[in-house]
């Protein structure tokens, strides 16, 4: 395995790939109410997978000697020898690095999250029922459940 492909499967890069829906889904959103460029959307992409690999390559560095223990997870990289401690870490501190410059530029059309979140109540004002019977506020459990624990609790 190269050492490209070894970084890939440490942070599972391909599925980064599931979480695109989600990132350019929210620049959507936004270009309702700001022009996005693509250099904003490469931007936006950039920031998901930077931020995406710092999270899952920290998690990955912290698990590390419980993974080793687990027969499920002790093939991982960090455990099995193919990427060192040290490795792990410069890695997660240049995809940390990467985020101060990528989220900023991500932003500068508007601050894409705030501008949709700010406008959202508006206009979805008179969309739906306001508190009635059926609202969350008074709503009942379904199907007899209480919420209430039954029977001993397995440890």
Avoid at 34 to 56: G, Q, Y
Avoid at 63 to 90: C, F, H, I, S, V
């Amino acid at each position: 395995m190269t050492r490209i492909a070894t970084y890939f499967s440490f942070v599972r890069f391909s599925h980064s790939v599931f979480a695109l829906p989600f990132a350019l889904g929210g620049a959507l959103l936004a270009s309702r109410h700001v022009a996005i460029t693509w250099p904003t959307v490469a931007w936006i992409l950039v920031a998901m997978v930077a931020a995406r690999s710092a999270a899952m390559g920290f998690n990955r560095l912290v698990d590390a000697r419980l993974d080793a223990l687990n027969p499920r997870t002790a093939n991982r990289e960090l455990p099995r020898g193919a990427m060192t401690r040290g490795e792990a870490a410069a890695f997660v501190t240049v995809a940390s690095a990467v985020l101060p410059h990528a989220i900023p530029a991500a932003a500068r059309s508007g601050m894409l999250v705030v501008a949709f979140a700010r406008n959202a109540p508006s206009r979805m004002a008179g969309q739906y029922p306001g508190p009635s019977s059926t609202s969350a506020a008074t709503a009942r459990p379904v199907g007899g459940h209480t919420g209430e624990m039954e029977g001993p609790i397995v440890a």
